[in-house]
């Protein structure tokens, strides 16, 4: 039944922005909080952000902070990453990551790639 779908990302310039999105069905979304992961050729999955479920509450790992904002639009069942400043180093498949008790759902990842 969850069901989570990225979408936004494309083909950008260093020092660009974009934003993507994270539709999620299936669940209460608002009670969960959420995550943004990515994952690049050869690496590990790494995260990126996460947000408590009313969005009052962010983390984000240190590579990331300053650049990125993770929030959420509980109305719309969607959860956002802003990415500003975009670097080269940013080029990976981003995730959008529930977890239920020990269980992780993902959605298919959307594509970033930052070059020039």
């Known amino acids: 039944q969850v069901q989570l779908v990225e979408s936004g990302g494309g083909l950008v310039q260093p020092g660009t922005s974009l934003r993507l999105s994270c539709a999620a069905s299936g669940f209460a979304f608002r009670v969960y909080p959420m995550s943004w992961y990515r994952q690049a050729p050869g690496k590990e999955r790494e995260l990126v952000a996460t947000?408590?479920?009313?969005?009052?509450?962010?983390n984000y790992a240190d590579s990331m902070k300053g650049r990125f904002t993770i929030s959420r639009d509980n109305a719309k069942n969607t959860v956002y990453l802003q990415m500003n400043s975009l670097k080269p180093e940013d080029t990976a498949v981003y995730y959008c990551?529930?977890?239920?008790?020990?269980?992780?759902?993902w959605g298919q990842g959307t594509q970033v790639t930052v070059a020039s």
């Open positions: 990551n529930l977890k239920v008790g020990v269980r992780d759902y």
């Open positions: 947000i408590s479920s009313a969005g009052s509450s962010t």
